[in-house]
T-cell receptor, first 114, second 114 residues
Framework: EADIYQTPRYLVIGTGKKITLECSQT?????MYWYQQDPGMELHLIHY???????EKGDLSSESTVSRIRTEHFPLTLESARPSHTSQYLC?????????????FGSGTRLTVV | KNQVEQSPQSLIILEGKNCTLQ??????????LRWYKQDTGRGPVSLTI?????NTKSNGRYTATLDADTKQSSLHITASQLSDSASYIC?????????????FGRGTQLTVWP
């Protein structure tokens, strides 16, 4: 049973639309992350958060933005979607450091911008 | 530059056979190495996690090995099943930052045929 939930699973939208990808976790983890993954490629970190009101940009530049108003919720927003944003977006969460940090991924959102 | 390289890129085996996937890394400093299984269109699921002092760790039919001196790891799958068809991703964590940054390989795409 998944402890981190992403919605929607699949999304096809037109260019220029504003979209929000939802991510929620029930594990009480402080740290949350957004990754972008293209087919056959490695995951790239685009945003992360240490806790409420904390957000940082990751290694891969992204036009998306994130917010962390509640511990369990870490939504990602694209103000104006473009075909170049077509990708799979994965949300993850973890506890602070250590081997048993419980790093867990959601099932992902497959975004297609037409 | 910290990197994680996996081989082979893809592999096809018959059901019931064994296989071994390889991972070489240059990440330094080193905290731990994880193997994930990612089904198509889903998020990665953790199989094993090993620290510097651990040489072998098993999870059912999956056995991971780690040689921290040569910076190599392998994932051995015994008596493969059709459900083992997936991408297997090697992930290395450094201890150089409070984020505990993860470095992802591109994965080995395993296909098990009946």
């Amino acid at each position: 049973e998944a402890d981190i939930y992403q919605t929607p699973r699949y999304l096809v939208i037109g260019t220029g639309k504003k979209i929000t990808l939802e991510c929620s976790q029930t594990m009480g983890h402080d740290k949350m992350y957004w990754y972008q993954q293209d087919p056959g490629m490695e995951l790239h970190l685009i945003h992360y958060s240490y806790g409420v009101n904390s957000t940082e940009k990751g290694d891969l530049s992204s036009e998306s933005t994130v917010s962390r108003i509640r511990t369990e919720h870490f939504p990602l927003t694209l103000e104006s979607a473009r075909p170049s944003h077509t990708s799979q977006y994965l949300c993850a969460s973890s506890e602070w450091g250590g081997q048993g940090d419980g790093y867990t991924f959601g099932s992902g959102t497959r975004l297609t911008v037409v | 530059k910290n990197q994680v390289e996996q081989s082979p890129q893809s592999l096809i085996i018959l059901e019931g056979k064994n296989c071994t996937l390889q991972c070489n890394y240059t990440v330094s400093p080193f905290s731990n190495l994880r193997w994930y299984k990612q089904d198509t269109g889903r998020g990665p699921v953790s199989l094993t996690i090993m620290t510097f002092s651990e040489n072998t760790k098993s999870n059912g039919r999956y056995t991971a090995t780690l040689d921290a001196d040569t910076k190599q790891s392998s994932l051995h799958i015994t008596a493969s099943q059709l459900s083992d068809s997936a991408s297997y991703i090697c992930v290395v964590s450094d201890r150089g930052s409070t984020l505990g940054r993860l470095y992802f390989g591109r994965g080995t795409q395993l296909t098990v045929w009946p």
